[in-house]
């Protein structure tokens, strides 16, 4: 019995195990269904992937189409514009606009202030071989094709030895004497030094036949724009133009050997008083406008222009009795006056004026009210009264000077007479103003402000008024024979050319613009040359086109004896004055 107790207790343990055992194979099995719906999941998750990815693809191929057929639809109606035009031209339309000025010939037509224009050539004499466009007038284009089929074979196979050269962006560095030229842009039947630029390029050939006569076609721009009668030392402009020389200096080492020998060939077709300083390769992006950081102009004071009111009417006292005050006259500028000057005055009462006040030579105090009187163009202003019709609610009249500061005076050798007398020495005082950009005539009637308060004629409150918002001053322009552009400073961009260099592993400056003088440094030939062309060019010009004309003393008989009741008076009250001055009544200046 005992056996069987045993045997059936065995049995039952065996059992309990069994059904111990039952619920970890229900376990696994669970697992193995938890992954396996895993799987399902994740496949349906990259179905539905695959779904969106269809479906985006989808959404931007009918955005492409859909953009497609809008940009084909206003090309369309351009067309129909077009055809609409050409069938009745006389109706006006909003396409005319913009329709390109062609010529008889067909081709587009040259600016008219370029001696690519024919009335340009005939008007300033200027010979020079354009070709004329291959569409003759009458012509038929099936002509022309079999006049190519018979056309020499020798020519065809030289016009095929000669390769192409590339075309780059390209600065040159130009200094000038701009007495006989309408100042630098280009102007419409008038010769000016862009013109006059353009011209040397084309004949040496760095500017095409196609271009020439089209400056946006060679995206040109320069960093500065001077007046009629303004020079410049160290003005720089920006273009396309072609690497005429390629072919013979082809090696990476040999890129300087080709900007001098480009230099010297577009100094060949250019006058004596232009110079061509410098030619260097830049990037594509590169604007001579607007990658200029600052720009440097000098003006040339004559001592005696710092002479007091009282020495000025003075020497000119036997003027007074020859010259008559008008209505007219007394509203006029000081430079418009100084015609008068010109025209009615005799030629020996300047040249006695003239020896009155040449030997004048600025004093140190006189040095000192200068320098404060340039300084205080410094800084942020509002320039409305020295400029033209812009109002001081008009924001491109705020202007920031860095500097502005009198360098020593020089003293420059008269010459000779006729009759072989030496002339008198002349005593010049520099000023150098910097700034980032300069309204017309803004820096001319700064100097002619800082003059005047050097010599006593104005106070530095009457300056300091004539930046206000309220004030609308009248200010004298000083002559513009004085005037010259210095330098052009590219300082961002040079920087950007020394950070390329060194993240790309290259130590070399290629491209960077050294046209300004550092201390410490080695002087870059091309400022040498900006330095020679000033000094022996620009300077002397000055003193003798004043020797011979008097630009200065007709200044100051104009502000000085003709104009003086008017000077730094506000307009409203100028214009009063004027009136009662011709009625005789003597007004104070306000």
């Known amino acids: 019995m005992a ?3 045993s045997s059936s207790a065995g049995v039952e343990a065996t059992q309990n195990i069994i059904v111990a055992a039952a619920p970890s194979n229900d376990k696994v099995t669970t697992d193995q269904d938890t992954k396996s719906d895993n799987q399902n999941n994740n496949n349906d998750d990259k179905d539905g992937s695959i779904q969106n990815n269809g479906a985006k693809q989808n959404s931007k191929q009918r955005k492409a189409s859909r953009w497609k057929s809008m940009n084909q639809k206003k090309k369309d109606q351009k ?17 005319n606009n913009w329709k390109k000025d062609y010529g008889e010939r067909g081709a587009v037509t040259p600016h008219d202030g370029s001696f690519a224009d024919e009335n340009m050539r005939k008007l300033f004499d200027v010979n020079i071989d354009v070709p004329s466009s291959s569409k003759e007038e009458g012509g038929d284009a099936s002509n022309g094709k079999e006049e190519e089929k018979t056309s020499d074979d020798t020519s065809n196979n030289e016009t095929a030895d000669i390769a192409k050269v590339p075309k780059r962006k390209l600065a040159i560095l130009v200094s000038f004497l701009g007495s006989n030229y309408s100042g630098f842009q280009i102007n419409s039947e008038k010769r000016t030094l862009q013109a006059e630029i353009e011209l040397g390029l084309y004949r040496a050939g760095i500017i095409s036949q196609m271009n020439f006569g089209h400056p946006q076609k060679y995206s040109w721009s320069n960093s500065a724009r001077t007046d009629k ?7 720089v402009c920006s273009f396309k133009g ?21 230099r010297e060939k577009v100094n ?4 004596e008083s232009v110079r061509v300083l410098d030619i260097e390769r830049v990037t594509r992006m590169f604007c001579a406008r607007t990658s200029r950081d600052k720009v440097r102009y000098q003006y040339m004071v004559p001592s005696y222009m710092l002479c007091s009111q009282e020495e000025v009417q003075k020497a000119f006292s036997t003027v007074e009795g020859n010259v008559t005050k008008t209505s007219e006259s007394s509203n006029m500028t000081p430079m418009e006056a100084s015609k008068i000057v010109e025209d009615t005055v005799n030629p020996e009462v300047l040249a006695q004026a003239r020896n009155a006040l040449i030997n004048h030579r600025v004093t140190s105090e006189q040095i000192d009210r200068l320098k404060n009187g340039l300084k205080l163009f410094e800084g942020t202003h509002f320039f409305h009264n020295y400029t033209r019709r812009i109002g ?18 020089i003293l420059v050798p008269g010459g000779m007479n006729d009759d072989g007398s030496k002339k008198p020495d002349t005593q010049w005082v520099p000023l150098q103003v910097v700034g980032q950009s ?6 001319r009637k700064m100097v002619s402000g800082a003059v005047d308060l050097a010599r006593g004629a104005v106070s530095q409150e009457k300056i300091e008024e004539s930046f206000s918002k309220q004030c609308r001053m009248k200010v004298n322009v000083a002559p513009a024979q004085g005037l010259f552009l210095d330098r052009s400073f590219f300082e961002l961009y040079n920087k950007h050319k020394v950070e390329n260099a060194v993240k790309h592993g290259d130590t070399r400056d290629r491209d960077m613009l050294d046209w300004v003088e550092a ?3 080695e002087v870059p030939s091309a400022v040498r040359r900006i330095e020679e062309f000033k000094n022996e060019k620009i300077i002397p010009h000055i003193v003798q086109e004043e020797e011979k004309e008097g630009n200065f003393f007709q200044y100051l008989y104009a502000q000085d004896v003709l104009y003086a009741s008017q000077t730094y008076g506000p307009i409203e009250d100028a214009n009063k004055a004027s009136n009662e001055q011709n009625n005789g009544t003597e007004t104070a200046e306000k």
């Not at 009668?229 to 003005?235: E, Y």
């Not at 001081?392 to 005076?409: K, M, T, V």
Request: charged content about 30%; overall charge negative.
């Open 438 to 443: 300069f309204l017309l005539n803004q820096i």
């Open 392 to 409: 001081s609610d008009n924001a491109s009249a705020q202007r920031y000077i860095l500097s502005f500061a009198p360098l020593d005076p």
């Open 519 to 521: 201390e410490g440094e």
């Open 79 to 95: 067309r129909e514009k077009m055809e609409q035009y050409d069938k009745n031209p006389n109706k006006k339309s909003k396409t």
């Open 3 to 5: 056996d069987d107790n």
């Open 242 to 262: 072609e690497m005429i020389f390629h072919n013979e200096m082809s090696e990476e080492s040999q890129v300087k050997e080709q900007m001098d020998a480009m």
């Open 229 to 235: 009668g303004v020079h410049a030392a160290a003005q």
């Open 268 to 271: 060949e077709h250019l006058p």
